[in-house]
Nanobody
Framework: VQLVESGGGLVQPGGSLRLSCAASGIIFKFASMAWYRQAPGNQRELVAAITSGGSTNYADSVKGRFTISRDNAKNTVYLQMNSLKSEDTAVYYC????????WGQGTQVTVSS
């Protein structure tokens, strides 16, 4: 199994980013997927999850600002992040909704003016 995250960067508060995670080595269309993040000194936390059927759930801190989606034809899960805040700064990772596979390298998101 390989998970490759991309799309992070430096953005000003109020800005937007779209993260992508390409998965290989799994039957992606049957997998419930999730995005996680880890800020310095903090534990990794669940940000958003999406089932194989497309149902979603979000951490309270990102509800109304982030949207998780998936493209089964591309074995890819996305995280659209709008109205970014400084507290969203973290390394973002994808994995199964119950973390099962080796973690990828993550993608750094920095929200700063």
């Amino acid at each position: 199994v390989q998970l490759v995250e991309s799309g992070g960067g430096l953005v000003q508060p109020g800005g937007s980013l779209r993260l992508s995670c390409a998965a290989s080595g799994i039957i992606f269309k049957f997998a419930s997927m999730a995005w996680y993040r880890q800020a310095p000194g903090n534990q990794r936390e669940l940000v958003a999850a999406i089932t194989s059927g497309g149902s979603t759930n979000y951490a309270d801190s990102v509800k109304g600002r982030f949207t998780i989606s998936r493209d089964n034809a591309k074995n890819t899960v996305y995280l659209q992040m709008n109205s970014l805040k400084s507290e969203d700064t973290a390394v973002y990772y994808c994995n199964a909704a119950t973390p099962t596979w080796p973690w990828g390298q993550g993608t750094q998101v920095t929200v700063s003016s």
